[in-house]
């Protein structure tokens, strides 16, 4: 018998002694299917009631339409004129401000008011003269993927410095009654909120 070189012997008994060698597995790698999770279902739509806190609630509603309670006053008199004049004048009869020698400058009661801010460029900033309510929540139906359109019905309520304006656009625009749609999305922890809010 023909006797092998001994490197080949000894290939041949490690392959003896362990023949799982020649036989590992492949390695396990991560699977790379994507599994879909199904979408969870829609919550159960609220009430009129739990709709306007929710709307009324959200950051969305405080900026919507926010730059409406704001008036700049100009404080030149050669600058006041018109609508200006009489929101002037309707301002210094409820004590915020003095037309001295014409000019608008602000009273030591204004002056004490984070409401009213002057501003470098001749003008006083005034926000906000009112606060905005809803007075009705209805009409919820079906929007698109599985949203829900709200119509509301809301209107401005006059702080003290708004309900000095007792005519012109000013207080027309206060003392109106609007309109607007909101959708409500399912929020991620549950529940509904306020997606986007267009007026009517």
Not at 35 to 48: E, F, R
Not at 97 to 109: F, H, N, P, Y
Request: with cysteine.
């Amino acid at each position: 018998m023909k006797r092998l070189p001994g490197h080949t012997a000894a290939v041949l008994l490690l392959f003896t002694m362990f023949p799982f060698a020649c036989n590992a597995p492949e390695a396990v790698t991560e699977s790379t299917a994507t599994v879909t999770a199904s979408p969870a279902p829609a919550p159960s739509p609220p009430s009129s009631d739990q709709a306007r806190t929710i709307i009324a609630d959200s950051a969305e509603w405080s900026d919507f339409q926010s730059p409406y309670s704001a008036w700049s006053l100009p404080t030149s008199k050669s600058m006041l004129g018109g609508a200006a004049l009489q929101g002037a004048r309707d301002l210094e009869k409820a004590g915020w401000i003095s037309l001295r020698s014409g000019d608008a400058v602000l009273t030591e009661k204004a002056r004490g008011d984070r409401r009213f801010l002057e501003r470098p460029n001749g003008s006083i900033d005034i926000v906000p003269l009112a606060k905005k309510e809803i007075t009705t929540a209805d009409t919820i139906r079906p929007g698109p993927e599985h949203q829900l359109l709200v119509d509301v019905q809301w209107q401005w309520i006059p702080n003290d410095v708004g309900q000095a304006f007792r005519s012109g656009a000013i207080r027309d625009r206060l003392t109106g009654t609007y309109q607007a749609t909101v959708t409500l999305q399912p929020a991620e922890r549950g529940g509904w909120e306020v997606l986007r809010i267009v007026p009517r």
